[in-house]
């Protein structure tokens, strides 16, 4: 795809720059951002902007950007709140190509600073002028010498230049991933700190980043998704140029959510959504920190495996050291490969023996470069191997050429290579890093970024789909009065999920009508738009077996749900017979994420569901494929599987409910969407929704 060059010269490779409200002051940020252009040797011509100042930095100043000479390609706005607004709109006026705020105080800081933020956006579109911002720290370019940043990292002397991107909604992070880094031999090419993402977004500064020739990978640091068609769209073209991008998510927890909405306006809520939306478009997610700034040579220039999994074989110097690997795989649900025939040969050559494990252990025959590369040929040749990591004890960092040299040789190698270095051996891990050739510190951040790199694979194809005729005419039905669970029901049975025989009806003295449509034993729930949680508002009463106990349970249920719910609609009760012969229940879910777009839950089911979190996530619509894998992830259906000999449920009809629930991504009507339970009956008798839920947009 073609994009205007002028706008990525702009911003990272721009002739001329100018500096709004820098500072003489050196202890402020404003007072930085000049020495570190001069001290970085920066090129092309920078502009001070400060009316109350003659000079600063050895350099003339001017009052405002309309006294500047022009063109400035690329402005950065040290200034806050209104008086940034204004200088933006200033640099607007003056043709000036993109502009970077500093400051935070916009959308970041509730409705008044998302209202200032839109006018200073607005204006800047109204003259073609982009901005990076606000709350954004700068941008780096190493090969084209630019430090536009104030952040402190740059006091360094020099910044190593290398093939790896860097996009983070944090800014001062942009720093630490660099200086991290730069210390274990990496060097970086672009870094941009995207801030509130006003205008340029991570999915169009990404662009820039794949078509740089310099970059070969991108790391983002993820708070939030914003402009989710661009970034992509970004992900997609990253793909088709085999630049791999690597996501360190922020929000995983509770306190963790609540900071990224704090810090730079994020939306609430995404975090499983956001997981989903990465993985659909074959982004490797880390979990961890360390990962995130090691692993990029795991992936460069390296495309998705050709089928996502497979085993991963350890080799070790030290058996401590790669037996944590293993540990650590293991809890990731990753499996590691046993010795193979050709590689018990080969480690009977040198006398050892193979373990009863997933351990290739070397520890015995010593430390010899000729033990390591025999061992290793015959470890890649392994068909079951798709991945390698070698621990190396003590000398990686007193005898790297016993161990670590010899890793070289297989810097190209068709199989993903990474090394684990036990001891602190900073020039063990420099020089593999140098060579292409991952190192971690730690076996949690090894064996986190190699689970990302086996199991990632390329963007899933994504198609909208159609709604069956009976569903959308349900659906229109529903838009004239809010759906309660009768609604509900129709239209999961519209999607073609399969639900026990029900009757609504308006109070107790119909209660044998209902009976004879729908038979014993039946349940009783109450009939409302306003009570999602039936159970805990006493709602339901179950296995009703005669239609005088039928009448009682109706004046309970009514009861309770008045008590409990005294301000709710309530439109009387819905009689649905008893699914009997279910050996489990699933929680099947739909919500159209408002970060992430639409998606799909499974879940185990029942009134527990919340509360394990044992869920499975997908964005929608899903293919079968796709919604059978996520019956294989979820550990409370696994005993549906036949575990130890228990009866096999249908878990091919609960795939099939999965992917007909998907379906309501072809309409943005539907805010969310769950059944549960889902009863899953034995194997080829399919499943049955016994409760649920819609809510309309």
Not at 480 to 498: K, R, S, T, W, Y
Not at 578 to 605: F, H
Not at 643 to 671: F, I, M
Request: charged share 20%.
């Amino acid at each position: 795809m073609a994009r205007p060059r002028p706008l990525a010269d702009a911003i990272f490779r721009p002739k001329r720059i100018a500096l709004i409200g820098v500072s003489s002051d050196r202890t402020r940020a404003a007072g930085r951002i000049l020495p570190y252009l001069q001290r970085h040797g920066f090129k092309g011509e920078i502009l001070p902007v400060n009316p109350r100042r003659a000079r600063i930095g050895g350099l003339r100043c001017w009052p405002d950007i309309a006294a500047a000479p022009g063109p400035v390609d690329h402005a950065y706005i040290l200034l806050a709140g209104e008086a940034a607004r204004k200088a933006a709109a200033g640099c607007a006026a003056a043709g000036v190509r993109c502009a970077s705020i500093l400051s935070g105080g916009f959308a970041d800081a509730g409705a008044a600073g998302a209202r200032l933020q839109t006018r200073m956006v607005e204006t800047a579109r109204a003259s073609g002028m982009r901005l990076i911002g606000p709350n954004s720290i700068g941008t780096i370019d190493t090969h084209a010498r630019l430090a536009l940043s104030v952040n402190a990292v740059l006091a360094m002397p020099k910044l190593e230049r290398g093939r790896i991107g860097v996009l983070s909604h944090s800014g001062s992070l942009i720093g630490a991933i660099l200086a991290r880094g730069q210390a274990r031999g990496l060097g970086f090419s672009r870094l941009v700190s995207v801030g509130n993402e006003a205008d340029l977004g991570m999915g169009e500064l990404g662009e820039m980043l794949v078509d740089d020739p310099r970059t070969d990978t991108i790391l983002l640091f993820v708070e939030t998704l914003r402009q989710r068609d661009r970034f992509a769209a970004m992900a997609r073209e990253a793909h088709r140029a085999r630049k791999a991008l690597i996501a360190f998510r922020l929000g995983r927890s509770a306190a963790g959510g609540a900071l990224a909405a704090s810090h730079t306006g994020a939306l609430t809520g995404g975090g499983e959504g956001i997981d989903a939306f990465l993985d659909d478009l074959g982004i490797a997610r880390v979990e961890s920190w360390d990962a995130l700034i090691e692993a990029a040579p795991l992936f460069a220039r390296r495309p998705p495996p050709r089928r996502a999994g497979g085993r991963v074989a350890v080799m070790a110097t030290t058996g401590g050291g790669g037996a944590m690997v293993v540990d650590r795989l293991g809890e990731l649900g990753v499996d590691t490969a046993r010795p193979g025939a050709g590689v018990r040969a080969a480690l009977a050559r040198h006398g050892l023996a193979a373990g009863q494990g997933g351990l290739i252990d070397l520890t015995i025959a010593g430390t010899r470069p000729d033990v390591v590369t025999d061992v290793m040929r015959a470890v890649m040749a392994q068909r079951d191997v798709a991945a390698v990591v070698m621990a190396v004890g003590s000398s990686a960092q007193f005898h790297p050429q016993q161990a670590v040299e010899p890793l070289l040789a297989w810097k190209a190698s068709e199989k993903p290579l990474c090394a684990y270095l036990v001891p602190e051996a900073v020039e063990s891990q420099r020089r593999l890093a140098r060579a292409g050739i991952a190192a971690f510190r730690t076996p949690e951040a090894c064996a986190d970024a190699m689970r990302a790199s086996i199991r990632r694979s390329a963007p899933a194809a994504r198609h909208r789909p159609a709604l069956p005729a009976l569903a959308c005419a349900v659906l229109d039905a529903l838009t004239h009065v809010p759906p309660d669970e009768q609604g509900a029901q129709a239209l999961f049975g519209a999607l073609g999920i399969a639900r026990p025989p029900l009757a609504a009806i308006a109070g107790p003295e119909e209660a044998e009508k209902a009976a004879r449509a729908v038979g014993f034993p039946c349940a009783v729930k109450v009939l409302s738009p306003d009570i999602a949680h039936k159970t805990e508002a006493g709602g339901v009463a179950l296995n009703i077996r005669d239609a005088a106990a039928l009448k009682r349970a109706c004046r309970q249920v009514l009861s309770a749900a008045r008590k409990a719910a005294p301000r709710a609609l309530i439109r009387g009760l819905l009689v649905q017979r008893m699914a009997g012969g279910g050996l489990g229940e699933a929680l099947v879910g739909y919500r159209l994420d408002p970060v992430a777009g639409p998606i799909v839950t499974l879940a185990a089911g029942g009134v527990t569901a919340e509360l394990y979190r044992d869920i499975a996530v997908r964005v929608a619509p899903v293919t079968l494929a796709q919604a059978r894998a996520m019956t294989a992830e979820v550990k409370g259906l696994r005993p549906l599987a036949g575990w130890r000999g228990l009866p096999k449920g249908d878990l091919d009809a609960l795939a099939r409910a999965v992917v007909a629930l998907s379906q309501l991504a072809a309409t943005e009507a539907v805010a969310e969407a769950e059944i549960n339970p889902l009863i899953v009956l034995p194997d080829g008798q399919g499943v049955a929704a016994v409760d649920g839920l819609v809510r309309l947009v």
